[in-house]
Structures are given as structure tokens and as C-alpha cells.
């Protein structure tokens, strides 16, 4: 656990110093849970979202973008069911004065168990190495299927509390498992409570005519008001889907897990409407399509598996979340949900207003039911960024700080150095930067010794180094080091355009995928 907090520290410090993320209005002291992108991390979370938005809309000939207004008219909301039923259940420890989410505090006593499990996988693949079958031991091991089945039944008997909403289970069955605070140990528990997620502002100038909004706390309303707008304009056949990034704000009751659980945070989601009756198939075939997209970015497969909900949301009639490896544990990356016809036919009751699909083949009127992809795009960042940072041991005794982020997503691909700061080589590093600007976003470094140099640029994440020395001005050709194997070669300039290319094009990613 220490290892793993000691971890989590050094994404967090080594985010800031490199410029990837920082605490918002840290002069004043920061503002809890709110963050802010720098200079690095702006273009590492405009790479994600574009990778994303190109194989949403650009690969699906049937899936079209929308970009809706944060504000919505009040009534969204109350149709949506947020008004009613957008809450988490909160406990308070009386002693230590600590707020927690009751689910959080349950789920993360399961997590322990899957932890233990996983210690006896490594354990048992330590003793039988090649002759070790990790399907066949967890099917067969007794303790293993013992916590299995405990951390199950924890976790039904919890989602079918919150169902419904027996808050009293939910607490008893905090005091049962003896789950104490985190930070106080101390079990001495308030009552759960429910805790309503939204934000509210007011629109107008006048008190008696301002009218009471909120703001967003997922974006996936605006595109269900503008479903027949689109559909008719775009003369969109069903199935088809509509994507959207933006920004979606929630007042969650604890977080302190840096970007993971913010109060204003970037979603990536697409709603794909489908026949009524289809839905499962098409929920299949998107969990199946989100892990690989996911799996395409290079993280290690084993870090990604599934969570069946067993408390369904109140619009879902199926749902999954596609969890990553973070350096606190498996946690929730993506929901894929199975949203049913919930969202159309709310809005239809509250609007008065028909968000029907007149189906040509079928040759009748529906509302289409709908499977939603929803991801978190600051999680998705901290999902690669946690994942990229890695301290290796050199051959010569020294380590490296190196930040192997997926070539694709990284914010700079090349740092172009002249070797020394004089003879003619920065006006030649200067013109290369100059040329390879057009298609990549690369820069000029020419302080401190080339080593030094390299180092800075493996912390920062930059896939190629680019040194222009003396044999440059005679022969035309380069120094290229590659950032995760170090190894250098020699190419002439004329060639540097398709050597990057060939790792960073997102066509060639998309393509693989
Ligand atoms: P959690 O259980 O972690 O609170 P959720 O199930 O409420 O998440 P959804 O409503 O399904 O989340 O939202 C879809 C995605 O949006 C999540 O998978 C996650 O990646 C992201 N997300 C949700 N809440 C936050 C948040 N507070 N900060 C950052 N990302 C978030």
C-alpha cells in the first residue's frame, strides 16, 4: 500500500514540475478538486480527445458530433431524473470529522480482497513458473474463490440497498465488515445520508427573475434534447450514434484522488440509438469496441477488465464500467450503459414535444432505446499519464526518470539540439524545427550538456531527440535517439518527416486498431 502511495505521489509531483498539471489558484491555496492543464498537459489531453473523436466520428460513418451548451433549461434535469435521483450516499466518521461516500468506503474493503487475490496469484506463479495456468487457479483455489465470493455478496447485498434506498443496510453493513475511517481508524459512524451531486447557478440580472440552472453534471442531456434535431438534419438512419466532449461538473462529496474525482471534469461520451429490443446486442458490442480502443493505446491488457453493475443507475437496464489499473488500485475508467428508452420518453412527457424515430424498414413510429459509451477524459489521462511514468535502472548503475507515453498522445514529438551553441548548428537545429513544425508539434533545446538534455526530454515524455553536430553541416545527417530504447542512429534530414511519422501518425494508430 505504501508502494502504491509513494507511486501515486510522484505522478502527482512529477505532473506539476513537468508541466502537465496543476492545482487550481494555487496562489491562493488551491481550490479543492478543481485542476488545471499546462503547457504540456493541454496538448496531451487535446491528443486523447482527438484520438477518441477520430475513431468516434470519423471511423462510424453513422456516428456525427454535437457540441451543446454547458447551461440547459431546468427542466432537463428534472426530466433526466437528477433532481430526484442524482445523489451519493454519505457517511460521516464522528471522530475524525472525515466525509466519505458509503459505496466508496464498501467497494474499496472488496478492492482489499481482490488484492489478496491477486497476491495468490503471484504467489502460486512464483511456485509452478511456466507450468502455472492463471484461469485454472483462480477457477480452483479455495481461498481465491472464498474471497471471490465474499467481495460478491458484499457487493449485491450494497447495490441492493441503494436501490432501495434502505440507507440503514447500508450502514449495518458498514459497522458488519468493521470498515473503520482511513485516516483515523476510528468506526464511530454517522447515519448514511443522500447527497444531491448538481451545482446550481442562477441566469438573469433581477432576483425575482433570475431563473434557477444548473450546471451540467453529465453531457449526455444535450444530446438527447437535440436527438431528432440531428437525426432530421443529418438524415441519420437508425442505428446511429451522436458524440460529444465537454466539460461536466459535480460536487462530489470526497475527492482526494487528484484528477481522478474532480468537481469540474471533461467527459467523452456517444449515445447510439438503437431499435427497441436490439440493445443488448449493440451494449455488447460497444464494451467490446471501448476495450479495444482502449487496449489499442498500449497500457498492457491485463490492466483493463470489466465491473458488471449490480445497483443499476435509474435509467439503465444493463451496465458495465471498463476499470484501469490506476496506482491506488482497479477503478472506473468508462460506464458503458444500456440506458433503455429512458432519457427520449422523459423528455417527451416534460417537453409535450414528440422525440420519435419513424423507422422507413419497419415502416412505424418508436422511440429509440440507447447504449451509451461514457469516459472521463481527465481519468483517461491519468490512466496513461500513472501508467507512462517509470523509473528505470541504466546499465551504467544510474537511473532514468521516463515518461513512455503512447507516441501518438505525446504533447511534443521531437526536441531538436544543436550540440553546442555555436559553428554554425543552432541556425541548422533551428531550420529542421522549422520544417518539421508543419506536422508535428516539436521544439529547440540548446541548454545544458546533450545528456542532461535527454533526460529532460524522457521526464517530459518526448518520443524523438534530434542532435545536429558537426558532421551535420557536411553530410546532411542527424543523431536521432529514440526515448524509450535509447538507441541512437544516424539519418540523413531529408528523412526525419517519415521516421516520426511512422510512430506518431494517428492515422497509423487508428489503422492498427
Ligand atoms: P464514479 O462511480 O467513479 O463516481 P460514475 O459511475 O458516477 O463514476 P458516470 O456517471 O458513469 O461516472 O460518468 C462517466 C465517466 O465520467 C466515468 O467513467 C469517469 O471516467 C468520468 N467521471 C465521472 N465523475 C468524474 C469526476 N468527478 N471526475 C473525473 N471524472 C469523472
Not at 490492466?303 to 491506488?328: S, V
Not at 534530434?466 to 553541416?473: N, P, S, Y
Request: aromatic share 12%; glycine share 6%.
Amino acid at each position: 500500500m505504501a508502494k502504491q502511495e509513494d507511486q501515486f505521489k510522484k505522478v502527482v509531483s512529477h505532473a506539476k514540475e513537468y508541466g502537465y498539471v496543476f492545482q487550481s489558484s494555487e496562489i491562493y491555496d488551491g481550490l479543492s478538486a478543481v485542476y488545471d492543464y499546462a503547457q504540456n498537459g493541454v496538448e496531451l489531453k487535446k491528443n486523447i480527445r482527438e484520438y477518441w473523436w477520430k475513431s468516434m466520428v470519423q471511423m462510424h460513418d453513422n456516428i456525427v458530433g454535437l457540441d451543446a451548451a454547458i447551461f440547459m433549461h431546468p427542466t432537463t434535469w428534472k426530466a433526466s431524473g437528477h433532481v430526484d435521483a442524482f445523489n451519493d450516499p454519505l457517511i460521516d466518521n464522528k471522530d475524525s470529522k472525515k466525509r466519505y461516500r458509503a459505496d466508496v468506503l464498501i467497494e474499496d474493503y472488496v478492492g482489499k480482497l481482490d488484492a489478496k487475490i491477486e497476491k495468490e496469484v503471484k504467489k502460486a506463479q512464483k511456485r509452478f513458473g511456466d507450468a502455472f495456468n492463471k484461469e485454472e487457479f483462480l477457477a480452483t483455489n479455495g481461498r481465491v474463490l472464498g474471497w471471490k465470493e465474499r467481495g460478491a455478496a458484499i457487493l449485491k447485498r450494497m447495490g441492493q440497498s441503494l436501490e432501495k434506498e434502505d440507507l440503514a443496510d447500508v450502514k449495518a453493513l458498514i459497522e458488519e465488515l468493521e470498515i473503520g475511517c482511513p485516516l483515523s481508524g476510528s468506526k464511530n459512524w454517522t447515519d448514511v445520508k443522500q447527497f444531491n451531486l448538481m451545482f446550481g447557478t442562477k441566469l438573469g440580472a433581477s432576483a425575482d427573475s433570475a431563473m434557477d440552472l444548473y450546471l451540467r453534471p453529465e453531457t449526455a442531456q444535450g444530446i438527447f434534447v437535440n436527438f431528432l434535431n440531428v437525426q432530421k438534419t443529418g438524415r441519420m438512419k437508425i442505428p446511429f450514434g451522436i458524440a460529444q466532449t465537454g466539460k461536466a461538473f459535480r460536487n462530489e462529496i470526497v475527492a482526494r484522488q487528484f484528477i481522478f474525482r474532480m468537481r469540474e471534469f471533461e467527459q467523452m461520451e456517444m449515445q447510439f440509438f438503437v431499435r427497441p429490443g436490439t440493445q443488448q446486442e449493440w451494449y455488447e458490442k460497444w464494451k467490446e469496441t471501448r476495450l479495444k480502443w482502449h487496449v489499442s493505446l498500449g497500457l498492457g491488457e491485463d490492466n483493463y477488465r470489466f465491473h458488471d453493475h449490480d445497483k443499476l443507475a435509474h435509467y439503465a437496464d444493463a451496465a458495465a464500467d471498463i476499470e484501469f489499473r490506476f496506482p491506488f488500485g482497479f477503478k472506473e475508467l468508462e460506464g458503458i450503459h444500456s440506458r433503455t428508452d429512458f432519457d427520449l420518453k422523459a423528455h417527451e412527457e416534460y417537453s409535450g414535444k414528440k422525440l420519435q424515430y419513424f423507422d422507413p424498414e419497419l415502416g412505424e413510429s418508436y422511440t429509440p432505446y440507447v447504449v451509451e459509451t461514457s469516459v472521463g477524459l481527465d481519468r483517461l489521462f491519468l490512466a496513461v499519464f500513472s501508467n507512462a511514468l517509470q523509473e528505470e535502472a541504466l546499465e551504467n548503475g544510474t537511473t532514468r526518470t521516463v515518461l513512455k507515453l503512447p507516441a501518438v498522445l505525446a504533447p511534443t514529438k521531437a526536441a531538436i539540439f544543436p550540440l553546442v551553441k555555436k559553428d554554425g548548428l543552432p541556425e541548422v537545429a533551428r531550420k529542421i524545427v522549422d520544417d518539421l513544425k508543419f506536422d508535428f508539434n516539436v521544439m529547440y533545446d540548446e541548454k545544458d550538456a546533450v545528456g542532461k538534455r535527454y533526460r529532460r526530454q524522457d521526464a517530459a515524455g518526448t518520443p524523438f531527440c534530434i542532435t545536429v553536430d558537426h558532421d551535420t553541416l557536411n553530410d546532411n545527417s542527424v543523431t536521432v535517439r529514440h526515448r524509450d530504447t535509447m538507441e541512437q542512429t544516424r539519418v540523413p534530414i531529408s528523412e526525419l518527416k517519415a521516421i516520426i511519422s511512422k510512430e506518431v501518425s494517428m492515422a497509423d494508430w487508428l489503422q492498427k486498431m
